[in-house]
């Protein structure tokens, strides 16, 4: 199988905080948490699509997109790889034009990563999560 790939980005608030985001998944008929991420457009850079994703699921902006990493979500089954970012300082995006029904939930990053394997299924949201806290802690630059 071929994707184009996807971002995924932690949007941190100045408090520390973290922002998920509630949405139905039609694949698997329920509700989701995780993070804000959207698949990566014919030529665009990853962190592109991750400013743009942060905008219109989470409805913020930031000027402070680092990379955490990237990751292969089936390397057996499919080409598609991950990008992540951590999103610092961010703040409401005047601009955001919601595309999709999400909720922002605001957690703090520890809280969040407490409900890994419970609200949060998605590894991708629990990878960048969890190398999210690695960053901030200095483990990893």
Excluded at 114 to 120: M, N
Aim: charged content about 30%.
């Amino acid at each position: 199988m071929r994707s184009p790939g996807f971002a995924k980005v932690v949007p941190l608030l100045p408090n520390g905080d973290v922002v998920l985001v509630r949405q139905y998944r039609y694949a698997v008929g329920d509700t989701t948490l995780e993070l804000p991420a959207g698949a990566i457009d014919d030529g665009e850079d990853p962190v592109e699509s991750a400013r743009r994703e942060l905008s219109e699921e989470a409805l913020l902006a930031s000027d402070r997109l680092e990379p955490l990493g990237e990751f292969r979500t089936s390397p057996g089954r499919m080409d598609e790889r991950g990008f992540m970012f951590l999103a610092r300082d961010c703040r409401p995006d005047p601009d955001a034009r919601q595309h999709e029904p999400t909720e922002p939930v605001r957690l703090g990053l520890d809280e969040a990563i407490g409900l890994i394997g419970t609200e949060i299924l998605a590894a991708s949201s629990s990878l960048a999560l969890l190398l999210a806290r690695r960053r901030l802690d200095g483990a990893d630059g």
